[in-house]
């Protein structure tokens, strides 16, 4: 028998998720969504805390961007050579929680018996339509993948994504400007792997 915890919490995610998202042709799995576009996916995660129990469940929504080519570059590991059918956002290109899409800050939202859903579903359909679907939009290519990691993506990361993407799509002169800035930046436990990407996307040696 589902507490009333359960009960709320599946409430929030039918009503404010997978009523929105089947139309827009989201497929559904356990808590997550995903929309395939050809090019790059679309991901949103539902996320139970382990640290709770089923009478007091704390949530928070993962957001991320799939890209076929990324993922054939970084988690391919020849385990299986065709991207996964229904992927995750652990292996997104860009992954970030909704959080950013409210204040900027990492936001969770706690279910027990006396937990106001009513509330809770107003803010979580009102980042979904007005911030993460609009976020979704502006992404929806790879060139508008580029675009985006290019003018908006900021993480630790950001350089080696620019460089696998420039390298994985061709873009030659561009690999060629960011792969100087990419050495400087890494590690030395890094090197090794980065050069060897650079030789692969065929980066003269002199850059090496």
Known sequence: MKTKAEIKFNEIVKSCFH???KPLKFKKKANNFYR???EIGQIINIQKSMF?????????????IFSPIYWDSEYNFKVDPEP????????S????????????????????????VENIKSELTETLENKILPYFEKIKSNESLIKFIE??????????????????????????QIYPILINECTKHQLSHIKE???????????S
Request: charged letters at 35%; zero cysteines.
């Open 93 to 116: 290109i860009i992954r970030t929680r909704i959080g950013r899409f409210i204040d900027g800050k990492d936001k969770w939202w706690d279910l027990d018996e006396r937990a106001n």
């Open 36 to 38: 395939d576009l050809g």
């Open 84 to 91: 996964p059918a229904y992927p995750t956002e652990p292996v």
């Open 151 to 176: 003018t908006e993506y900021q993480n630790y990361n950001s350089t080696y994504v620019k460089f696998v993407m420039y390298g994985e799509l061709g873009m030659k002169d561009k690999l060629e």
């Open 19 to 21: 009523e929105r998202l």
């Open 197 to 207: 990407r650079a030789s692969k996307y065929g980066i003269q040696k002199e850059h």
């Open 52 to 64: 709770r129990s089923k009478e007091n469940i704390s949530f928070t929504a993962n957001i991320g």
